[in-house]
């Protein structure tokens, strides 16, 4: 705070040079944008900048340094609060002004704030679902620093963390944070030790799932206490309210509902307040996952649909592509097929287009393991091969584990049909037993879909008599048998009807002398 007060002081002296008055500016700017303060930010670079949209008034500036770091401030909030207020091509502009900093800055031969430019660089592709090139980035900005810019280093490490463990290379983030401790540890950044333990606590909530790991889930709910005790030390209510959304998660994956909606709450009451709606969002993404582990599918279709609405409106194409895949599931769940094929099938072409193969592969399995019973079989083959190719190098084993059931229910389906192909070898080729086939195929599939119940199956088949398959089942398809159920027989008449006196049954009448030997003897 009165670093704050003295910046704004010194900003007001009139002998001060534009040049001068800029850099001082930028470095108020950079404090309210640690703090997750994104308007005080904007406010605190006065006429340098009238806000989203417009470009930076850079022209003015005569000295490059300054140039360079006022694009560098304008760019890294332009894509924070494009990306809280969900706005279209907001990312793209930030990417060019950042772009345009760090070239600024390695002609002056400035390595550390070139680093840091391509870092914020970095995140806009990482908010595109651009995993690859984020990825590239961050490694070239590592590699420009060394210990004495150990809080630098730490946040590139951080956001490169962040981004493996969105691509699902999560063993690979698990690595970085280990390896990375150290420069924590040392540091005196609450906000910043808050955001290493938020950010282990996501990789390890992930890790419990797809290794079936529940010693993570307990440490990743120590790593979520520590964040939030140090963002509350901080200050810092945006981050708070992110590690109440994980808290949501976690208890709901421990179907500990009850705590999980509380938690989630707290995070949308933070969120709305601060006016970020793409965390909003993805709130609303995790509370649908949770309605649809407690059966609340109706709750679940109409909370992720508000956050698909949301997320459509600016570039955030992965979360775009997450929250359409929740949104696929739940109306599957409803039984509307059609609707979730084509949700899912949205969602798969969005996380590609963005780079974000994981999550496209995901949108594949999820097509399958919901709508296989919807979707012809040479498509399933299909996605089965595109999603192999998209999970080619996934090291979530859950995931792997989703591709190699689905293959394998695909391939019980090929076997399970007959094949016909458009050639014919008809060397031995029997035209009445390929029509047997092909009776024996539907026969099959009817009592599938009937449980086994001949009767049923029949009517599927269009016999006007159960009869009828029952000969089918005891002729020449007797193999099918053992899939109908046991047929029980009723007795002659639920009401018995009464004997005649005068006639009786003839065991009625042995009984009856028989009772009369017994007693004569």
């Given at each position: ?7 704004l ?25 640690d ?6 930010a ?8 009238c806000?989203?949209?417009d ?10 340094m ?15 609060i494009?990306s809280?207020r ?8 930030a990417?060019n ?5 760090d ?10 704030r ?7 660089l970095?995140y806009?592709?990482?908010?595109e ?6 990825r ?6 590592v ?9 630098l ?7 490169l ?17 280990k390896?990375?401790?150290?420069l924590?540890?040392?540091s ?20 419990a ?5 529940p ?17 509350e ?11 109440e959304?994980n ?8 179907r ?8 989630l ?18 709130v ?9 582990a407690e059966?609340r ?25 997450e ?26 072409e ?19 393991e ?6 012809p079989?040479?498509?399933l083959?299909?996605?089965?091969d ?33 094949h016909?192909p458009?050639k014919?070898?008809w060397?031995?080729?029997s035209?009445?037993?390929a029509?047997?086939?092909y ?11 009937t449980?086994?119940v ?9 016999f ?41 049954s ?16």
């Amino acid at each position: 705070m009165n670093l704050t007060k003295e910046l704004l002081d010194r900003i007001q002296q009139p002998d001060l040079t534009e040049d001068d008055r800029a850099l001082l500016r930028c470095q108020l700017a950079k404090q309210f944008e640690d703090a997750g303060n994104y308007e005080g930010a904007v406010e605190a670079l006065g006429e340098l900048w009238c806000g989203l949209g417009d470009f930076p008034k850079v022209d003015l500036l005569l000295d490059p340094m300054a140039r360079a770091t006022v694009l560098l401030r304008v760019g890294t909030l332009t894509g924070w609060i494009g990306s809280t207020r969900q706005m279209e091509g907001s990312q793209e502009a930030a990417r060019n002004m950042l772009t345009q900093s760090d070239s600024l800055f390695q002609q002056l031969r400035l390595a550390e704030r070139a680093a840091e430019a391509r870092i914020e660089l970095a995140y806009c592709y990482w908010r595109e679902g651009a995993f690859n090139e984020a990825r590239t980035m961050l490694h070239d900005a590592v590699c420009c620093l060394d210990a004495k810019h150990s809080d630098l280093k730490a946040v590139a490490m951080l956001r490169l963390a962040v981004v493996e463990g969105s691509s699902k290379r999560l063993n690979d983030a698990l690595t970085i944070y280990k390896e990375s401790a150290p420069l924590f540890e040392i540091s005196s950044n609450l906000a910043l030790k808050g955001k290493f333990h938020h950010g282990f606590a996501f990789v390890l909530r992930n890790l419990a799932a797809s290794e079936g790991r529940p010693d993570y889930l307990d440490r990743a709910l120590i790593e979520c206490s520590a964040a939030s005790y140090y963002f509350e030390q901080a200050g810092l209510s945006r981050y708070h309210a992110c590690v109440e959304n994980n808290m949501g998660f976690l208890f709901g994956s421990i179907r500990k509902f009850m705590d999980a909606h509380e938690h989630l709450d707290r995070a949308q009451t933070l969120f709305t307040t601060l006016k970020d709606n793409v965390h909003l969002a993805q709130v609303d993404e995790t509370r649908a996952r949770v309605l649809l582990a407690e059966g609340r599918i109706v709750e679940a279709e109409k909370t992720v649909r508000s956050a698909v609405r949301m997320l459509e409106q600016g570039d955030e194409q992965s979360l775009l592509a997450e929250a359409l895949t929740t949104h696929g599931i739940a109306q599957a769940r409803l039984q509307h097929p059609e609707q979730s094929r084509l949700t899912l099938e949205r969602a798969l072409e969005t996380a590609e287009r963005a780079g974000d193969l994981e999550s496209a592969g995901n949108a594949a399995l999820v097509l399958i393991e919901e709508l296989e019973n919807h979707v012809p079989l040479d498509e399933l083959k299909s996605l089965v091969d595109r999603s192999r190719e998209l999970l080619a190098n996934t090291q979530d084993l859950s995931t792997a584990r989703r591709l190699a059931n689905c293959a394998a229910r695909v391939l019980a389906r090929v076997h399970a049909t007959p094949h016909f192909p458009a050639k014919v070898d008809w060397t031995n080729f029997s035209f009445r037993k390929a029509l047997l086939e092909y009776e024996a195929h539907f026969i099959n599939l009817a009592l599938e879909d009937t449980g086994g119940v001949v009767s049923r199956a029949a009517r599927l088949l269009g016999f006007n008599h159960h009869q009828s398959l029952l000969a089918l089942l005891n002729g020449r398809h007797e193999i099918l048998r053992q899939r109908s159920t046991p047929i029980v027989r009723r007795r002659r008449s639920i009401i018995q009807k009464p004997l005649d006196k005068t006639k009786g049954s003839r065991k009625t009448r042995k009984n009856e002398a028989a009772d009369e030997n017994a007693t004569n003897q």
